[in-house]
Structure formats: C-alpha cells, structure tokens
C-alpha cells in the first residue's frame, strides 16, 4: 500500500511538471476527429479542461487546424491568459475572426468545413484548449411570414431547434437581443444564420457575431434561415425580424442592450450619417436623462415607427422638463434625425425619480401596447408633487372605446379634488387643469378590443388665481404638440 500512494505520488508530480514547464507547439497541425467522437481531443495532451491553463513558451507560432465534416459540429473551449503583443485567435467556418485575450473558458459551436487557432507567441503565457465533434440533429423546417407595416416578430432561442425560416415581404431585417446576464453571452455561438430559405444556404454566422457588429443585417432575398445546433438550450436572448420596408429609412439600426443586474445604462444613437433608429424590448424601463445637441429631434415610438405609434419627441429644450418618463410597451423604438444623442435608462422607479411631480414637469401615462388594437392595454400610475400645484392633463378619448374605462384622479391633501371617469360615451376634450398635490391615472380595458390610452400630464407652480377643478378648453393637437 505504501508502494502505491509512493507511485502516485511521483506519477503526479511528473505529469503536473509536465503541464508546468512551458511547452513549444509543433508548428502547423491538422486535426481530424478521432473515430469515437465521444472522446474529446486535448491541447495539450496531458492537460483537460478542468485544469488550469498550461503554460506555452515565447518566441512561436503555432496553428491548429481543425476539420469538421459535413453533418457535424466542433464544441471548442479554450482557456487562456496572453501577454501583448502575443497574439491567440480563432478563425471559423465563416472566417469570423475572434481574438482571445484573457478567458477563463471561451466556448464556440463551429460548423464545416474547418476552423483554426493561431497563436503568435512572443512572450510566456497560458493556453488549453479541448475540442469535441458532434452530429448535427436532422431539420424539420418551419417557415414564419413576416410582412410590412406590421408589429416586429420576436423569437428566442429554444424557437430555432429545428430550424426556422423567416420569410418577408421584400426583405428579412433582424437584430439580435443578447442575453440579459453575461454568462450566456458563448452560446449564442449555438445558433446558426443561414442567408436563404434552408440550412443549405450560405451561411453567414452565428448570433453572437451579429449581436457583436450592433447593426441589423439584411437578407440578400426574401428570406432566412436559424437553425441552433443544440437543442433545447434557454439562452435568454432574442432576435427581433422585421420586414425591411419597415426599415429602410435608418442609415443606422440597432438594438438597445441593458444588462438585467444593472439598474443604469446608456446607449448613444449615431445619426451623423442619416436618420438612425435603436429598438429596446423591456417591458417597463425608464429614461432619466437625454443629452443631445439643439439641432436634433429624437422621437419615440411603441414598437415599430408609425405615426400614430408616436408616443413623444424631444429636444434639448424640453429635456429637462419633460424627462423622467416611463416606458412600458414590449418593443420601443427611438430614432434620431441628426448628430448624436446619449440616452440615460434605469430600470428602477426610485432611482429615475419617475414619481415625482416637480414644478414644470411634463410627461404622458400610456398603455403598454399605446397604438396596436389588443386587450393588453391595462395600467395604472401615479405622479406625487413636493407641493402643490397646477395640475393639467388631456386625454387622447380616441382610444376609448367598447367597454374600455380610464379614470383620471387629482389629490390635494388626501381629499379628492377631480375624479373624472371616461367610457365611449363620456369622451371629453380639451384640458383639465387643479390645485393638487397628486395624479393618478387607471385604465382598464374590461375586454374590449383598443389602441390603449394616452394621458399628458404637467405639474406647474400654484398661482393664487387658480381654481380647483377649473376646465379649460383647448383644442386637442395643439396641447399635445406641447408634449411632443
């Protein structure tokens, strides 16, 4: 027994010399998978992924090629940590290059014909890396139509396991929405783009290389395919498609990306060289701040860019005014007319200080689906002043309708000072305007098919003239242009 542990002990101390001393690479290797495509192939060899990474000499080059027959696929990890001006990259299928700096574990889903790794080494560092082949799944295609002037389709990730095929109008146009937590960032390598209407088509990347570039892609043709390699994988990400009649208009089209632990974020809209767009799918998020020159208009939209989808327009001069503001449609998109606008979003009410109704304040209470014809319309909110004020609002009575009912409440001192309930057969135009301290708006649908509602609201310091509950009867659109 003594013998044996004595044996184990040296066998250990040898191999982990081994893995410890730097080591020098055979210049250029091809790699074939082994017959038992089960047993993963290690670089190096005495070296497995649970370890760390192996230390490799300076002054080398390395390459490693790797074939990857037709129906299958490559799982690399690659562990790494390189010193400048060292260089460790990884060029696949499609000629995607990706430079590898420092990683615990990178991990890439490579279809055939190859891929390489390349290392240039001019100073010590660490590398390991282990590849494993796999069979891909057959594919049973199913085709999703898409059209213009119509709300954006949006899939994730466990929609693609048997390949899916979009097809437009005119062209596809989509953006990636990359996972909300970092760790599932390597797997959007598992799901395949193919520009054509099958996975026979030329293939042209994978998620991950899209979300990376920022910008919407557009299909050649009328259509295109996503196929993921593994199925059943829950990545948390999406892909946004639209027709591209729906956005040919952007020089410039991307997707707002707010990491889900992260209450703050900012995203900076580019449109030195021609109108550009950005859509964000959250449910509810918040925008505490704008920064933009005054020669610039940025506008804002429920899902998709239409007119009657608008929900405001900004500009230097009513920023501070009428922002903060909240947004809670599944999809909203924002574009810009010129130059550069740096957007502030919070995911927290507290922090955006959505609540608070300070004096020449402005905003507006929406549905969340303001401007598409759903049930889905119901909310309520509130706006509390630090003191009070002039209160007015207006209500967009076109999206009132079957037995939809929006209740409109101003507060002062805890006692009611307006209530006043609107149905399709109560519509009331013009402005409403109280001494309060608090609004509240509460819509609901019960049922009925509508646009959603649209309240503006606007806290001012309180006159001594004013009277409670006073009606003032202005024309619709031209309080509303005040908003927008």
């Known amino acids: 027994m003594k013998n044996f542990f004595l044996q184990l002990l040296i066998s250990s101390f040898f191999v982990s010399k081994i893995i410890a001393d730097p080591y020098n690479c055979a210049g250029i290797q091809t790699i074939n998978p082994p017959t038992n495509i089960s047993i993963p192939w290690y670089y190096p060899a005495k070296w497995d992924i649970s370890q760390p990474a192996p230390q490799y000499a300076a002054s080398q080059n390395c390459t490693w090629i790797m074939n990857v027959p037709k129906g299958m696929f490559a799982y690399l990890a690659v562990k790494a940590n390189t010193v400048q001006p060292s260089i ?63 709300t954006p389709l949006i899939l994730f990730g466990g929609d693609f396991d048997n390949a899916t095929v979009i097809q437009a109008d005119t062209r596809v146009s989509f953006l990636v929405v990359p996972p909300t937590t ?18 026979a088509s030329t293939h042209i990347g994978n998620l991950y290389q899209f979300m990376s570039s920022g910008n919407n892609f557009v299909s050649t043709g009328n259509s295109i395919t996503f196929f993921s390699l593994y199925p059943g994988f829950r990545t948390g990400s999406g892909v946004i498609f639209q027709d591209y009649d729906d956005v040919k208009q952007f020089k410039s089209y991307k997707s707002i990306n707010c990491i889900s632990f992260v209450n703050n974020c900012q995203f900076t809209i580019n449109a030195r060289q021609g109108t550009a767009a950005a859509i964000r799918y959250s449910p509810t998020f918040y925008v505490k701040n704008i920064e933009m020159p005054n020669t610039n208009e940025l506008s804002v939209y429920t899902d998709y860019v239409k007119q009657s989808h608008k929900l405001a327009d900004y500009k230097s001069t009513n920023t501070k005014t009428n922002i903060p503001q909240k947004f809670n449609g599944k999809l909203t ?56 004020s002039d209160i007015t609002y207006t209500v967009d009575g076109s999206s009132i309708n079957g037995d939809a009912i929006l209740n409109v409440t101003i507060v002062l001192g805890g006692k009611t000072v307006i209530s006043d309930i609107y149905t399709s057969s109560r519509l009331v135009g013009g402005v409403v305007k109280a001494r309060g301290d608090s609004i509240e708006v509460q819509y609901q649908t019960n049922g ?10 606007r806290f001012e310091k309180s006159t001594s003239t004013a009277l409670n509950g006073v009606f003032i009867s202005f024309i619709f659109s031209i309080w509303i242009s005040l908003f927008k």
């Open 333 to 388: 998109t924002f574009v810009l007319d010129q130059d550069e606008a740096t957007i502030q979003f919070s995911d927290n009410a507290i922090d955006a200080k959505w609540t608070s109704g300070f004096d020449g304040r402005r905003g507006f209470f929406s549905s969340p689906n303001y401007g598409l014809s759903t049930n889905d319309q119901n909310f309520s909110d509130k706006i509390f002043g630090v003191s009070t």
């Open 88 to 150: 460790l990259k990884m060029t696949d299928s499609v000629g995607y290059i990706t430079t590898i700096e420092s990683t615990s574990k990178e991990q890439f889903f490579v279809t055939d014909p190859s891929f390489r790794v390349d290392l240039q080494s001019f100073a010590v560092g660490t590398f390991g890396m282990t590849v494993q082949w796999y069979t891909v799944n057959p594919t049973i295609p199913t085709t999703v139509q898409i059209h213009s002037k119509s």
């Open 182 to 199: 970092l760790d599932f960032y390597d797997f959007l390598r598992l799901t395949q783009v193919y520009d054509g209407p099958s996975i």
């Open 448 to 457: 009925s098919i509508t646009s959603g509602s649209y309240v503006t609201f």
